[in-house]
Nanobody, 120 residues
Framework: VQLQASGGGLVQAGGSLRLSCAAS????????MAWFRQAPGKEREFVVA????????YYADSVKGRFTFSRDNAKNTVYLQMNSLKVEDTAVYYC??????????????WGQGTQVTVSS
């Protein structure tokens, strides 16, 4: 599975960004998808996950109510809409995939990462 993330950038606090991640190499509907992020000097952390049919999502408490994760199985793409961004959201965001059920860990495939920087 190959994952290509895009959409990162620089935004002021309170602003919005949308990340995308396109998958190839395996039936997209067989993949649960997720985003993780890693801030400088910190460990990679779970952000959000979505089930294979998009019916279930799971958000980290830190982003709940601000981020919305969705998928378009016809386009083999997931989207992370990030609103009300905070300085502490600054990180490299990684798209991840796994076959089977939605989880907050144990992802097998990873994208290259896209930088999100939120300025005060």
């Amino acid at each position: 599975v190959q994952l290509q993330a895009s959409g990162g950038g620089l935004v002021q606090a309170g602003g919005s960004l949308r990340l995308s991640c396109a998958a190839s190499g395996r039936a997209f509907s067989s993949l649960s998808m997720a985003w993780f992020r890693q801030a400088p000097g910190k460990e990679r952390e779970f952000v959000v996950a979505i089930s294979r049919n998009g019916g279930n999502t799971y958000y980290a408490d830190s982003v709940k109510g601000r981020f919305t994760f969705s998928r378009d199985n016809a386009k083999n793409t997931v989207y992370l809409q990030m609103n009300s961004l905070k300085v502490e959201d600054t990180a490299v965001y990684y798209c991840a995939a796994r076959t089977g059920q939605i989880l907050i860990a144990s992802y097998d495939y990873w994208g290259q990462g896209t930088q999100v920087t939120v300025s005060s």
